[in-house]
């Protein structure tokens, strides 16, 4: 068996989520001899991202004005972003020879599953195929995720990435989620009875991360030994709701606080907003790929998101 795993994640992503909880699953089944894979977005390749910017530009002359109700811009380059993704996995199995390819998101799933077909008819049906899963890691469908994720998405264009992403997941050999309550709300967002028996809960392994003494991390982060620590980690996206956190940390009455984002992003609104509050001293900012040493350092970890689909930052 050869396996190959392919996310749409980039480097920031890998830092604070998916990579961090795939990396002990990987280990795992490489120990127990399975040969495995990786692709993500850093593997796409310059020319392929210029390709996907003249399209997505092309696409977005032509048809935008049509989707007045949908955030198109931030929707069409996710959905491209995707099945790019799914155009690599695609090579890299034939050329690779996978058995199985297995895609952390349905639309990568969908390019993958396009691309091979065309390959296959391509080659006169001589071409090599993978079997093919998916892992939604959402808590229900991935359309609502790119809903709450920015790219607003009007009715119709909501029903017709439910009625794709049903399609994709009906067509696959597998389907998985973390938690057995994800699962049906998966099957009640896309309005699939009963589940189908291909369709399984498996829950996410614990990231591995480095562990200190409280005071040895603080030392090491150059934190001050009496201050309050908070810490919250992701990138700075809307559904985090970073800024609910810094409007909510200008009402402590501790003298000594501050609080850390752990992330990648645009950080000068968050920077403004905590400087119109006054509390811009209280806040500081890092990356890191030693999560367990702002864990370890940390008073309080504190996450606000109320739509966020599972949380793998939580999982820590």
């Known amino acids: ?36 894979g990786y692709l993500c977005q850093e593997d796409a390749g310059e020319r392929s991202l210029a390709i996907m910017r003249s399209l997505h530009s092309l696409l977005v002359k032509l048809f935008g004005r049509f989707f007045s109700q949908t955030e198109f811009v931030s929707l069409l380059w996710g959905i491209l972003e995707r099945l790019n993704m799914g155009r690599l996995a695609t090579k890299v199995m034939a050329t690779q020879q996978y058995t199985h390819v297995h ?3 349905p639309i990568i799933a969908a390019g993958y599953r396009w691309f091979a077909r065309v390959r296959w008819f ?5 071409c090599h195929t993978a079997r093919w899963g998916v892992t939604e890691h959402g808590f229900g469908c991935y359309a609502q995720a790119f809903h709450v994720d920015g790219a607003r998405l009007g009715t119709k264009v909501m029903r017709w990435l439910r009625r794709w992403e049903a399609k994709i997941l009906l067509k696959a050999h597998w389907v998985m989620t973390p938690t057995r309550s994800s699962l049906e709300q998966l099957r009640r967002d896309l309005s699939i009875y009963p589940v189908p028996t291909t369709w399984h809960a498996i829950y996410h392994p614990k990231p591995v991360l480095n562990r200190y003494p409280k005071s040895e991390a603080r030392q090491r982060l150059g934190w001050a030994q009496e201050y ?8 700075f996206a809307e559904l985090k709701q970073f800024p609910a956190l810094v409007q909510a940390c200008a009402y402590l009455q501790h003298p000594r606080w501050k609080l850390v984002l752990i992330g990648e992003g645009e950080r000068a609104p968050l920077q403004a907003l905590a400087a119109e509050l006054g509390i811009a001293e ?3 900012f890092a990356i890191s790929d030693d999560m367990g040493l702002y864990y370890s350092a940390a008073d309080f970890y504190v996450s606000t998101s109320l739509t966020e689909s599972f949380g793998l930052a939580n999982f820590g």
Do not use: F, W
């Open 1 to 36: 068996m050869k396996v190959l795993m392919v996310t749409r994640e980039s480097h920031a992503d890998k830092r604070y989520g998916l990579g961090k909880t795939l990396t002990p699953l990987i280990n795992e089944l490489t120990q127990r001899g399975i040969e495995m």
């Open 103 to 105: 895609c952390h998101d």
């Open 122 to 126: 391509a080659s006169l049906r001589r």
């Open 228 to 235: 309050l620590y908070m810490i919250a980690v992701g990138r």
């Open 282 to 284: 209280h806040l500081e």
